[in-house]
């Protein structure tokens, strides 16, 4: 059986859509096959190996999801540990728009799939455009506290 696409008003014919929405997942094309083999011709059905080859093409499809989503976990995993190692330190890079933002890394932040710095100074630094790290300066907030002669303190919170 074929099927010719319909092109659409807004995308160009030939464009695929990028959206999960309308991501295949392995139960759809099981739901496909079964409709399929529901709407056979009964004079010519579909022979053992072409549907044991389709089946085979499904686990294939489901164990390749399962290793990409395993693999997009460990990177984020590795890249909090990496950002995590960045705090206390002096890093520099580019953001968005490709300004040098220089400042000392107070935290890190997760959103979604990326792994962002938040500095000192208040701006946030993805962790992909970082150019630089460098030792944090010993005059730095919070790292003289405790020091014979300093006068900052340094306040901990529970979350």
Known sequence: ??????PTGG?????????????????????MMVTQLQNQDPTNPAKNDELLAQM????QLQASSTLTDSIKGMVLQNQIGSAGNLIGKTVQGVDDLNNVVTGVVNSVKVNQDSVSLELDNGKSLALGKVT????????????????????????????
């Open 11 to 31: 995308a160009a014919q030939g464009t695929q859509l990028k959206s999960k929405n309308f991501a295949l997942k392995p139960e759809d094309f099981i739901k």
């Open 56 to 59: 085979s093409q499904i686990g």
């Open 1 to 6: 059986m074929f099927t010719t696409p319909i």
């Open 132 to 159: 630089s790290i460098a030792a944090a300066p010993a005059t730095s907030r919070g790292l003289t506290a405790g020091l014979p002669g300093s006068s900052s303190s340094v306040a901990t919170t529970a979350s």
